[in-house]
């Protein structure tokens, strides 16, 4: 039973241009989502998270937007660079719960020049 | 420089053999989790610890066992009791109590373990 998911294994984006990556939930209990880029062979590494108080977050070109009542959450990469191409991971961890991180399956991004 | 070491990067183990994979933290954080990774799948949490001398099972903790004497370092055993060990492995630290409520992990490079 995965209770984040992202169901886009791949993305190919246009460098320069906007990208979209979706991750979705059902775990009503999670109340803090985290959005982790990871290249292979490496650990991942934290990019931009969001509380669930809030409904939006931004940090430079990465903003992650959060919708509650639809349990979906997306990060936006504006402008795309080549560098930005790796797997994302979307995770979620809710209060009382040990803070453990659950995690969605990853996105492959990839940045054409 | 603050940090989490994961050691050795590669690993080869034959069929039947135990074999233990180290995971060091120097940033002072109190909880400290080991995650799988295969190919096409998220991160699977295996075990996790919030405090010294405690520790709990993850989604697939079977076939493996962890130990935590010191909050610096927390080594995962894959025992000849899981049968699928081939996998990249990821240890992870984060500050835990009230603190922790909104903070990310960090997590090592990794282990790659091989059976052979």
């Known amino acids: 039973d995965q209770q984040v998911k992202q169901n886009s294994p791949s993305l190919s984006v246009q460098e320069g241009r906007i990208s979209i990556l979706n991750c979705d939930y059902t775990?009503?209990?999670?109340?803090?989502f985290l959005w982790y880029k990871k290249y292979p062979a490496e650990g991942p590494t934290f990019l931009i998270s969001i509380s669930s108080i809030k409904d939006k977050n931004e940090d430079g070109r990465f903003t992650v937007f959060l919708n509650k009542s639809a349990k979906h959450l997306s990060l936006h990469i504006v402008p795309s660079q080549p560098g930005d191409s790796a797997v994302y991971f979307c995770a979620a961890s809710a209060s009382g719960s040990a803070r453990q991180l659950t995690f969605g399956s990853g996105t492959q991004l990839t940045v054409l020049p | 420089d603050g940090g989490i070491t994961q050691s050795p990067k590669y690993l080869f183990r034959k069929e039947g053999q135990n074999v233990t994979l180290s995971c060091e933290q120097n940033?002072?954080?109190?909880?400290m989790y080991w995650y799988r990774q295969d190919p096409g799948q998220g991160l699977r949490l295996i075990y996790y610890?919030?405090?010294?001398?405690?520790?709990q099972k993850g989604d697939i903790a079977e076939g493996y066992s962890v130990s935590r004497e010191k909050k610096e370092s927390f080594p995962l055993t894959v025992t000849s009791a899981q049968k699928n060990p081939t996998a990249f492995y990821l240890c992870?630290?984060?500050?835990?109590?009230?603190?922790?409520?909104?903070?990310?992990?960090?997590f090592g490079q990794g282990t790659r373990l091989t059976v052979v």
């Open positions: 610890s919030q405090i010294v001398n405690d520790f």
């Open positions: 775990n009503s209990m999670f109340d803090y």
């Open positions: 940033l002072n954080h109190d909880a």
């Open positions: 992870a630290s984060r500050v835990s109590g009230q603190v922790a409520m909104n903070t990310e992990a960090f």
